[in-house]
């Protein structure tokens, strides 16, 4: 196989199209094309171009992953899922997230961290509803135990309940001591992943100072 045509796209001069015996075989980047030494006319073998499109392949799929982590912060296994969507699995994906890895682009702690400080500073939770949250997207339990014993204590805990409770009565503007709106406030702090003990002690607080 000869290249008869290696020219860069019209709507990105980075990339360019390969042409093998005047028909249109791929798209790849300028640096594939520097780092395999492609020019028009050189001869390719068929092992030579099945290694070039593996490469590009592989390539392919790494910029799809970094486009995907430059929104926010992904977990290793959302950026699985977004490939599996795409229904592009196996040896490739896995090489990719190695590459990820060994470039810090991914890392599931430092994802938990960074989770755990987005939902303290707009969405405030519970460490139970967090720790769910963490394990859905796929973190490791001892990660999940181990970021939320550092980012979390108890105090906080406990002012972070009292903090939601308030607004919560503020906005509805209901009366603790009718059993029926204290019941209220207690399903909404638990459903915002609080122990029990934690809520208990937040209403408890809060109707005194009613």
């Not at 709507?11 to 030494?37: C, I, S």
Request: proline share 2%.
């Amino acid at each position: 196989m000869q290249i008869t045509d290696l020219s860069p796209q019209k709507n990105n001069p980075k990339r360019f199209n390969l042409f093998l015996d005047g028909k249109f075989a791929l798209g790849l980047d300028v640096q594939t094309v520097v780092d395999e030494g492609l020019k028009i006319g050189k001869i390719l073998t068929d092992d030579e171009w099945n290694k070039l499109k593996i490469k590009v392949e592989e390539l392919t799929i790494f910029d799809q992953a970094l486009n995907f982590l430059s929104y926010r912060p992904r977990s290793e296994k959302e950026v699985r899922d977004h490939f599996k969507k795409k229904k592009i699995v196996g040896a490739h994906v896995d090489r990719a997230i190695v590459k990820l890895k060994k470039l810090n682009f991914l890392d599931d702690e430092k994802f938990s961290l960074w989770w755990i400080e987005q939902r303290n500073n707009f969405r405030p939770k519970g460490k139970r509803a967090l720790e769910i949250e963490l394990l859905q997207k796929g973190v490791e339990r001892e990660i999940v135990k181990r970021v939320l014993e550092e980012k979390n204590n108890t105090q906080a805990e406990k002012d972070t309940c009292l903090v939601l409770g308030r607004k919560w009565l503020t906005k509805k503007q209901v009366n603790l001591n009718i059993p029926k709106e204290k019941e209220k406030l207690f399903r909404y702090l638990a459903s915002r992943g609080f122990d029990f003990d934690e809520v208990a002690q937040a209403i408890d607080t809060l109707r005194k100072k009613a």
